[in-house]
């Protein structure tokens, strides 16, 4: 991805943009202006070409996990029976509806993809895994890991 970034022409003031508003994307432009050391105008100039490239991709909220009763991360690592293109595509497109299914990794090794799934508990994992992993268009072996505890999780991407 860096040289994706460097293609784009990004320099140290983009860098810092980002980085700034990757930790507090409701920053006003005044403020940000100010933090980076650019008139407001030239600030919000750089951000709308951020944004317009694509390096901005949106703005959200981070919602912890345990506000929405689903503390527990289960790691899926799904083969699938063919892969095909319209196969594949017809998998991705079901995982992308399933809210649970926070992330998926086409993946190359052993298994085909591998999820992030979040649930209430060992049952809700459960439910989940019969009710709507095993109904996946082309599943043919699931392997499931919960995760302990979550050591560390970024939502910055790193510009050095």
Same mark, same amino acid.
Do not use: W
């Given at each position: 991805? +860096?040289?994706?970034?460097?293609?784009?022409?990004? #320099?140290? =003031? @983009?860098?810092?943009?980002?980085?700034?508003? &990757?930790?507090?994307?409701?920053?006003?432009?005044?403020?940000?202006?100010?933090?980076?050391?650019?008139?407001?105008?030239?600030?919000? +100039?750089?951000?709308?070409?951020?944004?317009?490239? #694509?390096? =901005? @991709?949106?703005?959200?909220?981070?919602?912890? &996990?345990?506000?929405?009763?689903?503390?527990?991360?289960?790691?899926?690592?799904?083969?699938?029976?063919?892969?095909?293109?319209?196969?594949?595509?017809?998998?991705?497109?079901?995982?992308? #509806?399933?809210?649970?299914?926070?992330?998926?990794?086409?993946?190359?090794?052993?298994?085909?993809?591998?999820?992030?799934?979040?649930?209430?508990?060992?049952?809700?994992?459960?439910?989940?895994?019969?009710?709507?992993?095993?109904?996946?268009?082309?599943?043919?072996?699931?392997?499931?890991?919960?995760?302990?505890?979550?050591?560390?999780?970024?939502?910055?991407?790193?510009?050095?």
């Amino acid at each position: 991805m +860096r040289h994706k970034f460097r293609n784009l022409g990004l #320099d140290r =003031i @983009d860098h810092a943009i980002l980085k700034i508003l &990757q930790r507090d994307g409701r920053i006003s432009n005044n403020d940000l202006a100010d933090q980076i050391g650019l008139s407001p105008s030239a600030c919000l +100039r750089r951000v709308k070409a951020l944004e317009n490239s #694509d390096v =901005i @991709d949106r703005y959200v909220a981070i919602v912890p &996990q345990n506000a929405a009763e689903l503390p527990d991360n289960v790691f899926v690592q799904i083969t699938v029976e063919k892969q095909t293109k319209e196969k594949l595509a017809e998998f991705e497109k079901c995982v992308k #509806d399933c809210p649970q299914i926070m992330e998926c990794y086409l993946m190359s090794g052993d298994a085909d993809y591998l999820l992030r799934v979040i649930v209430s508990d060992a049952s809700d994992y459960e439910r989940l895994h019969m009710d709507v992993l095993t109904a996946l268009p082309g599943v043919s072996q699931i392997k499931s890991n919960f995760s302990l505890r979550t050591v560390t999780k970024k939502t910055s991407i790193p510009f050095e």
